[in-house]
């Protein structure tokens, strides 16, 4: 067994029905799987949560388990191990990062908090622990206009990592918060002519677009939204049957399963040769891999016992707005 390259690297014996034995592995360590909806289809159905990051947030601080996997990314394991410091928190493979986490080193926010005085500093649940220990408090796509509104309409406030979300926020609210030049390379690369193509094939299909996405994608959304709040919309609106969805693929999944019967077409990337709607990161949870983090306990994610105590209370009080 080898954790070099980050996660386990072990032989898997020949034959082995690994959907049987990661759960008789779950049972017998009192684990439990969370899974965000980006990741692969047989990593949902596996998983005893499916959600967004604000409903895994939720999840995880309630749970009584002794293990817990997070199968999303790298920041999501850390969120979980910093909601619950006394639990075991694995994920199948460290490298999943998050490109828009890794555009907002500590470092250089702790420089640009320092240039900007007596603001409030409003970070996204998408970067590491250490920006979140210079947080105030964090949101996700799920509750950031919640969580802004919450505050006086004066308030001065840092918003980052992503430009998008926060010009969104920026555009809905009126408000001119200062905001971080982050964002997240699957959601900057959809096309907006691809979309405006498939509406011409597809009239009557309803546009569903992440937040994360640039403006001029947001224009034609007829909802924008975190893909919980996506999701919802596509199941409660019972006469719209097609939906181009501008968010990462992996969601489709879920989609299709709470609306059999309706349609769901993935919004094109701007290069029609690339997988850009797929986010890399996500996808580098595997069953295989799943498997051998379960059997092993390994790789563990690990935060700094002084993140922890600063990082905790941002996500808390998100958690209380919410
Ligand atoms: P949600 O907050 O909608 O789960 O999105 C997380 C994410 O990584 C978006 O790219
Ligand atoms: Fe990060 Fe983008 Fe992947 Fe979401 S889709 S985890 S923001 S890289």
Redesign the pocket.
């Known amino acids: 067994m080898n954790i070099d390259k980050g996660y386990v690297e072990a032989t898997i014996p020949e034959g082995i029905d690994l959907r049987a034995e990661i759960k008789r592995l779950k049972e017998e360590k009192n684990a439990v799987i969370l899974a ?1 909806y ?1 990741t692969v289809g047989e990593i949902q159905e596996l998983a005893d949560f499916v959600g967004d990051s604000l409903a895994l947030a939720q999840i995880a601080e309630k749970l009584d388990n002794d293990i817990i996997v997070m199968c ?2 790298h920041f999501m394991g850390e969120t979980v191990k910093i909601l619950c410091p006394e639990k075991k928190v694995l994920v199948p493979d460290l490298n999943a ?5 890794d555009s907002c080193p500590a470092p250089e926010l702790k420089k640009f908090i320092a240039a900007h005085p007596g603001h409030t500093v409003i970070s996204y649940v ?1 970067t590491s622990a250490a920006v979140k220990a210079l947080t105030d408090i964090v949101v996700t796509s799920g509750n950031a206009m919640k969580v802004v509104g919450s505050m006086p309409p004066d308030a001065k406030i840092i918003f980052g990592p ?1 430009r998008n979300l926060g010009n969104y926020i920026n555009s809905e609210t009126g408000r001119e918060m200062v905001l971080w030049d982050g964002a ?4 900057e690369k959809f096309s907006l002519a691809g979309i405006l193509d498939l509406k011409k094939k597809h009239p009557g299909a309803k546009v569903l677009v992440h937040p ?1 996405c640039p403006a001029a994608v947001r224009l034609v959304a007829d909802k924008v939204g975190s893909t919980a709040v996506l999701l919802k919309w596509a199941a409660e609106h019972e006469d719209a049957t097609e939906f181009i969805v501008a968010t ?1 693929s992996g969601i489709l999944h879920e989609m299709r399963l709470k609306c059999p019967g309706k349609t769901f077409i993935p919004a094109p990337p701007d290069d029609a040769a690339c997988a850009c709607n797929e ?1 890399s ?2 996808k580098l949870n595997t069953l295989s891999k799943l498997y051998l983090t379960l059997l092993h306990e390994l790789p563990e994610v690990t935060v700094d016992e002084n993140i922890i105590d600063r990082a905790r209370r941002p996500i808390e009080r998100m958690l209380e707005l919410s």
């Open positions: 965000h980006y999303g990314v990062g998050c490109s828009l986490a998408n992503d997240c390379h699957v959601h994360e990462e986010c990161f996500m």
